[in-house]
């Protein structure tokens, strides 16, 4: 079970990382952008507390409701998960 919280914890890491980067690039005209398909990706993979805070921190993504239905998803599964194994 700690090997599954060391993945949450580098999965969240990485994707706080990618929305700081996300947003960087976003200021700056022509350069290339994160995929939000990623960071979809990243957050369902285990990512959402680095999604919920990079969207709160970068102030990133907020004004796209899918974001905040994937990271929502995201969270109730992996707590299901948690709690499933721990319970």
Known sequence: MYYYLI???????????LYGLDKARSKRKGAW??????LHVMALAGGFLGGWLGRS???????????????????????????????
Do not use: C, M, Q
Not at 57 to 86: A, E, M, N, P, Q
């Open 33 to 38: 952008r994160i995929p939000e398909n990623t």
């Open 57 to 87: 921190i970068f102030d990133h993504k907020t004004r796209k409701g899918i974001f905040v239905f994937i990271l929502v998803i995201s969270t109730l599964i992996h707590v299901g998960i948690t709690w499933w194994v721990w319970g």
């Open 7 to 17: 993945w949450l914890a580098a999965a969240s890491i990485i994707t706080f990382i």
